[in-house]
C-alpha cells in the first residue's frame, strides 16, 4: 500500500515562522513509511527560487520518491508567474499553489483568476489554501473559480482546517472538479467526508513532517475498508497529479 504525502513543505517561513529542513523530511518519511512526498515552499519563504531548485534536486536524486508543487507570491509581479510556469515546463512540477493568507490572495480575484488560468493552461491542478484565513480562505471563494475552470483539478487544502469542513464538503459536492486534502480536520471529519463523497475525491497530506504519524493514525483508525485506505493514502494522488 503507498503513501504519499499530497502536502508537505521545506524551507523557511517569514509568514508564520517555520521551518522544515531536508533532513527532517528525509526522515520522517522513512520513520513513517512514506513512499513520495509532494513538495513545495511556504507561503513565506523569502527566496522560493531556490527552494524550488532544492525540491527539484530531491526529485532528481530520488525519483518516484519526490514531486514539486510551485509556489511563489503573485503579488510580488510577472518574475513570480514567470517563475510557477519554470517550475512546471523546466523541472517538472505537478502542481500550483494558490495561498490565500500567506500570499493574500482571494480566489475569485483577478490574481487568483490568473493563476487559475495558469495551472489550467499546465496542465496541472491548483492547491488552494483553505480555513485559517477566513473569510478570503472560505472554502466557498474557491466555488465561482471551480466553476469557471470545469477541467481545471481544484484541491482544498486543509479541506476547511476543521472549522470549515463542513462547508468543504458543500464546495466538492457542487464542483466535481474539488479534491479535498483534509490535514488537521478532526477523525470524525475525516470519516464524514468518505461517506459524502468517497476516498476518490480525498487526498492524504499532512503539512509537514511533524504532522506525519497524527495524519496516518486518522486515516488507519476510522474503520476505512482496505481498497478505501489505500485509494486515500495514495491512490488519489496518483490520479489528480499524474505520477507514476
Not at 22 to 39: C, F, N, Q, Y
Not at 180 to 195: A, D, N, R, Y
Not at 205 to 219: F, S, Y
Request: net charge negative; hydrophobic share 40%; aromatic share 6%.
Amino acid at each position: 500500500m503507498k503513501i504519499i504525502d499530497a502536502h508537505t513543505h521545506l524551507g523557511s517561513c517569514d509568514v508564520f515562522d517555520l521551518e522544515i529542513t531536508r533532513e527532517e523530511l528525509l526522515s520522517e518519511m522513512a520513520r513513517h513509511g512514506v513512499d513520495a512526498s509532494i513538495v513545495q515552499p511556504f507561503p513565506g519563504c523569502p527566496k522560493p527560487e531556490a527552494v524550488h531548485d532544492a525540491i527539484a534536486g530531491l526529485a532528481r536524486e530520488q525519483p518516484g520518491r519526490f514531486y514539486g508543487v510551485a509556489s511563489s507570491n503573485p503579488h510580488f509581479g510577472e518574475g513570480s508567474f514567470k517563475e510557477l510556469r519554470r517550475c512546471v515546463e523546466q523541472l517538472g512540477f505537478v502542481g500550483i499553489k494558490l495561498h490565500t493568507i500567506g500570499h493574500a490572495v482571494i480566489p475569485g480575484s483577478k490574481i487568483g483568476i490568473r493563476l487559475a488560468e495558469l495551472a489550467d493552461e499546465l496542465g496541472v491542478p491548483l492547491l488552494v489554501h483553505t480555513g485559517t484565513g477566513a473569510p478570503i480562505a472560505l472554502p466557498s471563494m474557491c466555488l465561482p473559480l471551480a466553476r469557471r475552470f470545469p477541467k481545471l483539478k481544484i484541491i482544498l487544502c486543509h479541506a476547511g482546517y476543521a472549522v470549515y469542513a463542513g462547508e468543504a464538503v458543500i464546495v466538492a459536492k457542487e464542483a466535481p472538479n474539488v479534491y479535498l486534502e483534509p490535514s488537521w480536520c478532526t477523525s470524525l471529519q475525516l470519516k464524514g467526508m468518505v461517506k459524502n463523497l468517497g476516498t476518490a475525491r480525498l487526498l492524504f497530506g499532512t503539512d509537514g513532517p511533524v504532522n506525519l504519524g497524527t495524519e496516518l493514525a486518522k486515516a488507519r483508525t476510522i474503520g476505512l475498508s482496505d481498497a478505501d485506505l489505500e485509494q486515500y493514502l495514495g491512490g488519489t494522488a496518483q490520479t489528480v497529479f499524474g505520477i507514476a
